[in-house]
RNA sequence: GGUUCCAUAGCUCAACUGGAUAGAGCAACAGAUUUCUAAUCUGUAGGUUCAGGGUUCGAGUCCCUGUGGAAUCACCA
């Protein structure tokens, strides 16, 4: 139990034995003292004065002295009108510190026995990653470690978008003017070499347009018939009808483009524990539809179309089967859902998916409880904002895209010239500069990215590079090193709690350490490792604060020093816990 | 046009889900290093929380109205 519960289920017992009646938990209202006022924990009381029946001021102090006189562990309190500020003793501090100080996995939840799916990435093969990805891979990863820190199984899945038109056309560029480059001869990353014969198809898509217009056609007949789009419909026809010639390509270009994905994936320090293709789930969730239809919950239109009328629920009717009995988007979502619940008996399916598809998520759950799934509420669309530059969205045709794997060898050379420039790196190979190199800077642009509330649009400004100072990745890393490096002088010196007495500052970041637990769950119901990024920092900025002012391993008392060293090593280890669940990694040195 | 989401300091973001005098960082200015790492710390300045109404002990947070912005409503995925 932290000190918040302990205060509310001690104010409960105080309640009762004051006004004779077991108060509803809900009116036991506490939070963390302000910083301004004297105080561990306060008691909004104003909830209370019904059973009370007296006014704030007396009601708190009457809950106060009863406090102070019956529970050992309560050292004092004040009133500041409807609030009971109340003291813990720094003997309750101590042993806090020491116990956290003892559990090995403090900060991971027990296990719950549930299992999660988490879906996200989910790329197409026609272009590179973009800062967009980024932020939904960091998001992806992030909160399936902070699933897994809140006890559950976390299974990670990406579903890759290998088919359709759009690869067609990369694959009929690099056929009429590629000269049969791959990415070996040209020693370009396979994924931008592909997505580089996706604009080349689009420039003579528009070359084309062109000339038509010019002959007089309308640009609205001449964007359907330009004989190069026409091409690659014939193409995508062939695909699916497994033309070997047309498949042998697209196996081998996807191929290229793997690799490069795998690449930036392994910079970004993510992996998935399965990735399915819609190349082979595409044709999935037919027999769903199907079922639904002789059931009623569906309805077929003349052209042979099948729908489901979602009026009733204040939307449209949505298209689940088109008139020639192919599947679109919805259908084979239906089918993977159902799939994935069957094969895994999922708990709860995670879809980390931009806001843009919010309405798409919000009918196929519909549909799923229409067709009977009682997993149904079970499914979760992430759903996150945007990243736009300072003049938009991120626009391919004006070249304002971010490209991943830019951003992450600008902030890499970033970080090495800021490390350069304050000198401290004396002492280290090669590698492990390279090492440190990376871990700064991916700590950057993570921190960067996750420090947001995920639903928000955020902003980001390639011209301004990403800060190292701050609310920044790098300050918590710092604060770590700087820990790290007082341990390695520690060495085979003691290191016990509870010997000594406690300064303020010191009941302050115990305080925050022991709320850690909690704001795990909490981050983890909101799924949100934007708390847990700001949890971070604020334990950083109050051990430097600590930092600061106080000698710890210079420290003469002997019992002093050793409690000192025991919070430095909680605070460090905390931290690289709660950076772990963000995918940042803290260096000893830096 | 319908639906959904958003609007907080010059800029980027917080605010424990209705609690105290709305907080940090960046940028600006003024300081701190013979000291366990100055990628740090301290201070100054910066706000009608888009506007107007309502609910109550109490509203940035909940409910209306308006303004401004975004997404979506495809036989695309």
């Known amino acids: 139990m932290n000190h918040i519960d302990f205060i509310a289920s001690s104010a409960a017992t105080a309640v009762k034995a004051l006004y004779g009646t077991e108060p509803c938990p809900c009116l036991i209202q506490t939070q963390p003292t302000r910083k301004e006022f004297e105080g561990d924990v306060t008691l909004v009381v104003f909830p209370l004065l019904k059973t009370s029946r007296k006014a704030p001021e007396a009601t708190a102090e009457e809950i106060g002295h009863w406090l102070k006189e019956n529970v050992a562990q309560i050292a004092g309190y004040n009133v500041v009108k409807g609030f009971l500020n109340i003291k813990l003793s720094g003997s309750y501090w101590a042993e806090v510190l020491s116990s956290i100080a003892a559990d090995p996995d403090f900060g991971q939840l027990p296990s719950t026995g549930k299992t999660v799916m988490v879906e996200f990435s989910s790329p197409n093969t026609n272009k590179p990653l973009h800062l967009g990805h980024i932020r939904n891979n960091l998001l992806g990863w992030s909160i399936s470690q902070l699933l897994k820190a809140c006890g559950h199984n976390v299974m990670r899945v990406n579903l890759v978008n290998d088919r359709g038109i759009h690869i067609c056309k990369s694959m009929l560029a690099w056929l009429k003017c590629g000269n049969g480059v791959t990415p070996e001869s040209s020693g370009m990353k396979g994924d931008h070499l592909v997505g580089d014969f996706y604009v080349k198809f689009n420039d003579l898509f528009k070359a084309e347009v062109k000339e038509l217009v010019a002959g007089g056609m309308s640009e609205e007949d001449a964007e359907k018939n330009a004989p190069i789009l026409k091409e690659a419909q014939a193409m995508l026809v062939k695909w699916e ?8 390509l697209w196996r081998r270009m996807n191929g290229w483009v793997y690799e490069g994905f795998d690449q930036t ?7 998935f524990d399965r990735t399915y293709y819609e190349s ?4 999935g969730g037919k027999a769903l539809v199907e079922d639904g239809l002789s059931r009623g919950i569906f309805f077929r239109k003349e052209d042979g179309s099948v729908w489901c009328d979602l009026t009733g629920d204040g939307l449209d009717q949505k298209l689940l089967l088109r008139g020639d009995g192919t599947s679109v988007y919805m259908t084979q979502d239906l089918g ?32 799923l409880g229409k067709l009977g799934f009682d997993w149904a509420d079970s499914i979760y669309h992430m759903s996150y904002g945007m990243v736009e530059l300072p003049e938009g969205k991120m626009k391919s045709r004006e070249g304002t895209v971010v490209d991943a794997d830019d951003l992450v060898g600008k902030m890499y050379n970033t970080a090495k010239e800021t490390s350069l420039e304050l000198g401290k790196l004396e002492g280290m190979d090669e590698s492990e500069q390279d090492s440190l190199f990376r871990m700064l800077s991916m700590g950057a642009m993570k921190y960067f990215i996750l420090k947001v509330d995920p639903k928000k649009t955020m902003l980001f400004d390639p011209k301004e590079s990403i800060d190292f100072n701050g609310n920044t990745g790098p300050f918590i890393q710092y604060t770590h090193a700087r820990i790290q490096s007082i341990l390695r002088k ?6 016990v709690a509870g010997k000594a007495e406690l300064l303020p500052k010191e009941e302050s970041v115990i305080a925050l350490l022991a709320s850690y637990p909690e704001k795990v769950r909490e981050a983890g119901a909101a799924h949100s490792p934007a708390l847990i990024a700001n949890f971070a920092y604020d334990l950083a900025k109050e051990f430097n604060q600590y930092y600061h002012d106080t000698q710890i391993i210079r420290e003469e008392d002997a ?8 919070l430095s090593g909680t605070v460090a280890r905390t931290l690289r816990h709660a950076m772990n669940i963000l995918g940042i990694e803290l260096p000893d040195r830096m």
């Open 280 to 283: 082979q789930t595409y044709k």
């Open 336 to 367: 993977t859902a159902r799939q994935r619940f069957e094969e895994y008996n999922l708990d709860e399916m995670i879809y980390v998916v931009g806001n843009e598809q919010n309405y798409h998520f919000q009918v196929l759950k519909l549909i």
């Open 241 to 248: 009808q497994g033309d070997p010639e047309v498949v042998g």
């Open 265 to 271: 994936y392994g910079s970004l320090g993510i992996s």
């Open 490 to 495: 520690a060495e085979g010196l003691e290191k």
């Open 559 to 566: 019992a002093v020093r050793s409690q000192r060293l025991v």
